[in-house]
T-cell receptor, first 112, second 112 residues
Framework: RKEVEQDPGPFNVPEGATVAFNCTYS??????FFWYRQDCRKEPKLLMS???SGNEDGRFTAQLNRASQYISLLIRDSKLSDSATYLC?????????????FGAGTRLAVHP | EPEVTQTPSHQVTQMGQEVILRCVPI?????FYWYRQILGQKVEFLVS????????KSEIFDDQFSVERPDGSNFTLKIRSTKLEDSAMYFC??????????FGPGTRLTVL
């Protein structure tokens, strides 16, 4: 089983749509969780951390369910500029050090 | 806003040659990382570095790879004898105490 699994997409949505991405992780010892965004041939950029209580940043809402080992990202009122690959990332902390484990990403294409 | 920088942006080399990829992490960060991304695949952890020594490395990071912090600002990844399958984007990242890591723009390595 992959450590971090995501639906590869692509998700093709019109501007203004709401889109949801899901992610599952296999290592229950994983300690912190993130969504990164990656544009074509660019570096991953930290979008937001994910907390069990759920957290929101403008149009973006992230949720974590530790019992189900499930992470989600909701984008409301999507913009053309949201087109990118969204990476679900899990941090494993061991021996005092952090290691990020990336999912393969879900591609989003927002069209006019 | 401080950022991680990497040079060169693109490196072309012949199989069997040595390459050194360079990174300047964010100045007050203490933890440094290298990741790689083969075209069309997910981002993979290579190595983490703290207090002038490797703290963790993946199975990919074999004897052909080494890292060094030669001075107070640079962080380098050396591949001793490149193979065709080393062709990838190599990302440097850095972080403070917490798990949130910030990535450089990457070096595209092409091995011919």
């Amino acid at each position: 089983r992959k450590e971090v699994e995501q639906d590869p997409g692509p998700f093709n949505v019109p501007e203004g749509a709401t889109v949801a991405f899901n992610c599952t992780y296999s290592n229950s010892a994983s300690q912190s969780f993130f969504w990164y965004r990656q544009d074509c041939r660019k570096e991953p950029k930290l979008l937001m951390s994910v907390y069990s209580s759920g957290n929101e940043d403008g149009r973006f809402t992230a949720q974590l369910n530790r019992a189900s080992q499930y992470i989600s990202l909701l984008i409301r009122d999507s913009k053309l500029s949201d087109s990118a690959t969204y990476l679900c990332v899990v941090n494993q902390f061991s021996g005092g050090y952090n290691k990020l484990i990336f999912g393969a990403g879900t591609r989003l294409a927002v069209h006019p | 806003e401080p950022e991680v920088t990497q040079t060169p942006s693109h490196q072309v080399t012949q199989m069997g040659q040595e390459v050194i990829l360079r990174c300047v992490p964010i100045s007050n960060h203490l933890y440094f990382y290298w990741y790689r991304q083969i075209l069309g695949q997910k981002v993979e952890f290579l190595v983490s570095f703290y207090n002038n020594e490797i703290s963790e490395k993946s199975e990919i990071f074999d004897d052909q790879f080494s890292v060094e912090r030669p001075d107070g600002s640079n962080f380098t990844l050396k591949i001793r004898s490149t193979k065709l399958e080393d062709s990838a984007m190599y990302f440097c990242a850095s972080s403070e105490l917490g798990p949130g890591q910030f990535f450089g723009p990457g070096t595209r390595l092409t091995v011919l």
